[in-house]
């Protein structure tokens, strides 16, 4: 256990390998399309009444304080219109992030509460135009998908399947497109 107080059993299905293969991909991302880490991620969580919940949000706010002096990763918690806690994170390595979201994410796990994460999102910008593109990666599965939102709540959906393309060559990627829930209003952002 990384930071809590229960030595639950992890309820995670998807595996950190999964996660882990992000650092290599974006290799990819940038030498085939100019997309390049933006140095933001995210867990997006669904709140849950409880003095337990509460303090696990307090706990993963304390272990990054103290982590991310080390890991040079700052963070800020928020909540967005829908009601969703979501931890940002902020760092320059991608790596950093991803060891941060996976040790956040292994923690929230052993104490129980895998059901209430969403999704863990990493946010990507491109050098040739103003789209951001996010590779949303929902731990339950241990697959990723891309999401390319536009105005309006429209997705640049042609993007999404040329990532998608590549992607699946070195990523656990998500095959079934029905499943590429969109994410709107994000608050990485800000």
């Known amino acids: 256990m990384i930071f809590g107080l229960k030595n639950k059993k992890s309820e995670r299905q998807g595996g950190a390998d999964s996660l882990f293969a992000l650092p290599g991909a974006e290799i990819s991302l940038e030498t085939r399309f ?20 509460s303090n696990l949000i307090e706990d993963t706010k304390k272990f990054l304080e103290r982590s991310g002096a080390e890991s040079n990763v700052s963070y800020q918690v928020s909540r967005d219109s829908f009601g969703y806690i979501w931890i940002v994170l902020h760092g320059q390595k991608i790596e950093d992030l991803v060891a941060t979201v996976n040790a956040v994410g292994e923690d929230v796990a052993e104490r129980g509460y895998s059901s209430q994460v969403l999704a863990y999102v990493f946010e990507f910008k491109s050098e040739n135009g103003p789209d951001m593109l996010y590779l949303i990666y929902n731990q339950k599965q241990g697959l990723f998908y891309p999401f390319v939102p536009l105005r309006n709540q429209t997705r640049n959906t042609e993007v999404e399947l040329k990532v998608f393309a590549v992607m699946k060559e070195e990523l656990p990627m998500q095959k079934k497109f029905e499943l590429w829930y969109p994410m709107w209003d994000m608050p990485l952002r800000n």
């Open 34 to 53: 100019g997309i390049c880490s933006t140095g933001k991620a995210a867990l997006c969580l669904h709140d849950t009444d409880g003095m337990e919940f």
